[in-house]
């Protein structure tokens, strides 16, 4: 568990106190606040996609739906774990690429 500016040199990935990663690939986004359903989430420069709904995203600054039991949790798009983890936690199909088809 580390601090996204240890692989991120941008201002925002020093601004974040809750999101962290989890080696370089997955990024979590802790929903802290009681009854919250969306949560706002920044991402680093890069290519993300969510864990439980196979969606991309690019860096930037995102409102996702993040209820009780469902966590921002995102996992860089080029990981060599990303196909396998994508498979296992959500219904999308990815091809060799990464990609969701």
Same mark, same amino acid.
């Given at each position: 568990m580390r601090p996204l *500016? +240890? =692989?991120y040199e941008?201002?925002?990935?020093?601004?974040?106190?809750?999101?962290?990663?989890l080696g370089r690939d997955i990024l979590v986004s802790p929903v802290?606040?009681?009854?919250? *359903? +969306? =949560?706002e989430v920044y991402l680093p420069d890069d290519q993300w996609v969510?864990?439980?709904?196979?969606?991309s995203f690019e860096g930037g600054t995102y409102t996702v739906f993040a209820p009780v039991g469902t966590p921002a949790v995102f996992i860089r798009?080029?990981?060599?774990?990303?196909d396998q983890l994508l498979h296992l936690c959500c219904s999308h199909e990815t091809n060799?690429?990464?990609e969701h088809v």
């Open positions: *500016f +240890y =692989h941008e201002q925002g990935a020093y601004d974040q106190d809750y999101e962290y990663l802290i606040k009681e009854e919250e *359903f +969306y =949560h969510h864990l439980f709904t196979g969606d798009k080029d990981s060599p774990y990303a060799g690429a990464g």
